[in-house]
């Protein structure tokens, strides 16, 4: 066994004995979580170790996720034999334009109210020219998805394999395929590039929205209801999709590049937790 899981599954035992309150409610405290190479390796299910340490989590806190994905790709990568809005405090969907709270909806916006059908095909027109001009190592497909809250463009197609998902993020890391294309976005459509935002995240793709809904739009929900709210994400850089909610002034935010160093940044705030809330 490797001594990160050791130390990991040694936390999770420990956490058996410690008590934080002693009224038996949780602390004012939020923790909201991006999923990709947060919660999860990109793409991929979560793991028993941050899913045990999750169960131990939220009987102590109040526990989040907010991500570009649509409900059911969270599902998909957090399922353990129940709806994850059963499961989390919050979830928000698309950066909250769909979210839950204690399983119930509490909100429901979408892309084609606000742009309109004319800017959204403009936007689409410019991405499948422009990605059908493109030499790529790979091509497969949807490279286009339209979500409730946004736009999910891919150069090489969500449809990809996980290994040539993997190939793909070393290739635009060397060539800024995603970065150059949002640069020809805001230069051949200016006008659409002041009512839309791009953020790249994740390995492939790079989500398009209204300024304002990124995911600092889900803090509406929250800010308000807890005396901390700590957000955890992997791409806190700048033109990152954790960027604006990581610097945003609602939040304590903690950079993390795995879900090992998610492991680790939880363990010191519920060891906090464990002092301050008796």
């Known amino acids: 066994m490797s001594s990160a899981l050791s130390r990991v599954n040694a936390l999770i035992n420990n956490l058996d004995t410690v008590v934080f309150n002693k009224s038996g409610k ?11 190479g947060t919660l999860t390796k990109p793409r991929l299910r979560v793991e028993k170790p941050m899913w045990d340490l ?33 499961f989390f405090d919050y979830v928000f969907s698309e950066n909250g334009l769909v979210a839950f709270k204690n399983g119930k909806s509490i909100n429901d916006h979408n892309l084609k109210k606000e742009l309109g059908e004319e800017d959204l095909q403009a936007f689409i027109n410019f991405c499948l020219i422009y ?4 030499k790529l190592p790979q ?8 979500r409730t809250g946004m736009i999910n463009v891919s150069p090489i197609g969500r449809n990809c394999t996980q290994q040539e998902r993997e190939e793909y993020f070393e290739y635009d890391k060397k060539h800024q395929i995603r970065a150059k294309m949002i640069e020809q976005f805001q230069k051949q ?17 790079y989500d398009v929205f209204p300024h304002g809904w990124d995911k600092t739009y889900c803090l509406r929900f929250v800010e308000h209801d807890f005396k901390e709210i700590h ?11 954790d960027f604006e909610i990581y610097h945003d002034k609602r939040t304590n935010g903690h950079a993390v590049n795995s879900p090992e160093d998610t492991i680790k940044e939880v363990e010191e705030i519920l060891k906090r937790v464990s002092q301050e809330y008796k």
């Open 131 to 134: 990605i059908g001009n493109l």
């Open 26 to 36: 949780r602390a004012p405290i939020l923790l909201l979580f991006d999923v990709d």
């Open 54 to 86: 999750l169960n131990k989590a939220r009987k102590q806190v109040y526990l989040a996720i907010v991500g570009g994905s649509d409900y059911v790709k969270q599902q998909e990568q957090l399922e353990q034999g129940q709806e994850i809005k059963e």
């Open 231 to 241: 957000f955890f994400g992997d791409k806190t850089h700048e033109g990152g999709n």
């Open 139 to 146: 091509k497969r497909g949807t490279f286009v998805e339209f």
């Open 189 to 205: 459509l200016p006008d659409l590039a002041k009512k839309l935002k791009c953020s790249i995240g994740g390995q492939i793709s």
